[in-house]
């Protein structure tokens, strides 16, 4: 079965600063992995995915991932944190069930707070 | 477009009470999901839709029933509603398989069973 683990329920950084959320899989199979972001009382929206085409992933507002197979990881990078930024990130591996990969495994979340 | 739209946004109900979550989506998307997001556990998946007239249990589909209506809609039904499922609610839809393909969620519907 697919797993996600998120280091850290919460990270705080200051505004300018580099922001890094890790994210650590578990998968059988070459895995799809995604960054999914959330603000206060809405959905959620992609930030960015991991298909195989690159190892390095570059998202909306600045974010980018690197998948690294030998680590089994794709942690959540970003040069300049932004008060904006402030929001808790998902990451998520595909499923893979007897018809095929569909849905998704999300990790528990990282809380990200921005200090002024 | 609208995206993906539930309601209601707010529900609260006693225990034994049924209620239908409704969620829609104007993408023609084939593929719909519901996921329920509880504190410190992050998202979860009760049931999906890989396309009309299918659907199929995930990860926890207990005390659930879903519907596909049609393309667009995808119903979760609570039939005997307990505090356990008090929780925040999602629909999602994929063009494809959403292993692979960016999910679209709507904004939710929060219900509290008491």
């Known amino acids: 079965a697919q797993s996600v683990t998120q280091l850290g329920s919460h990270v705080s950084v200051s505004e300018g600063a580099l922001v890094l959320l890790r994210c650590n899989y578990s998968s059988s199979v070459p895995p799809y992995l995604f960054w999914y972001v959330q603000y206060p009382n809405q959905g959620l929206q992609l930030l960015l995915k991991?298909?195989?085409?690159?190892?390095l992933v570059k998202g909306i507002n600045g974010f980018e991932a690197e998948f690294k197979k030998s680590e089994t990881s794709f942690h959540l990078t970003k040069p300049s944190a932004h008060m904006s930024d402030a929001a808790e990130y998902f990451c998520?591996?595909?499923?893979?069930?007897?018809?095929?990969?569909?849905?998704?495994?999300f990790g528990k979340g990282t809380h990200l707070i921005i200090q002024p | 477009n609208a995206g993906v739209t539930q309601t209601p946004k707010f529900q609260v109900l006693k225990t034994g009470q049924s209620m239908t979550l409704q969620c829609a989506q104007d993408?023609?998307?084939?593929?719909m999901y519901w996921y329920r997001q509880d504190p410190g556990m992050g998202l979860r998946l009760i049931y999906y839709s890989a396309s009309e007239g299918t659907t199929d249990k995930g990860e926890v589909p207990n005390g659930y029933n879903v519907s596909r209506l049609n393309k667009r809609e995808f119903s979760l039904r609570l039939e005997s509603a307990a505090p356990s499922q008090t929780s925040v609610y999602f629909c999602?839809?994929?063009?494809?398989?959403?292993?692979?393909?960016?999910?679209?969620f709507g904004p939710g519907t929060r219900l509290l069973v008491l």
């Open positions: 991991y298909t195989s085409a690159a190892t």
């Open positions: 998520a591996v595909s499923r893979v069930s007897g018809g095929g990969a569909d849905g998704l495994t």
């Open positions: 999602a839809s994929t063009a494809g398989l959403a292993g692979v393909e960016t999910q679209y």
């Open positions: 993408m023609n998307h084939n593929s």
